[in-house]
């Protein structure tokens, strides 16, 4: 089993930057991904990030696309989220994943993720 505890969210102006880190204990060498999702109000959670373990593939949700960067330190055990230029639409609880099962491309589909963090909250004000 695999515990993930995110860090980093806060308040912050339009343009403005936060780098959230999601930190992994337990049976990481089981894992295959990293992903984080975001579920605002009245929203589902969707898929905004993920990096393979091993390797260096990424993928990125369009919405945030040049301005969010993910990237890991396996030394560390832990996974980030860059968030730059950022809207009041990127509003929302921010959650790292992990895939243990990963079998072709990332997968941007949460019930593929197999252990969640609890998230931390990030507010953009206008």
């Known amino acids: 089993q695999v515990q993930l505890v995110e860090s980093g969210g806060g308040l912050v102006q339009a343009g403005g930057s936060l780098t959230l880190s999601c930190a992994a204990s337990?049976?990481?060498?089981?894992?295959?991904?990293m992903g984080w999702f975001r579920q605002a109000p009245g929203k589902e959670r969707d898929f905004v990030a993920a990096?393979?373990?091993?390797?260096?593939?990424?993928d990125y949700a369009d919405s945030v696309k040049g301005r969010f960067t993910i990237a890991k330190n396996r030394a560390k055990n832990t996974v980030y989220l860059q968030l730059n230029s950022l809207k009041p639409e990127d509003t929302a609880i921010y959650y790292c994943a992990a895939d243990f099962g990963l079998r072709g491309p990332l997968s941007r589909v949460k019930d593929e993720y197999d252990a969640w963090g609890q998230g931390t909250q990030v507010t953009v004000s206008s």
């Open positions: 990096i393979r373990w091993s390797g260096y593939s990424t």
């Open positions: 337990g049976r990481t060498f089981s894992t295959d991904a």
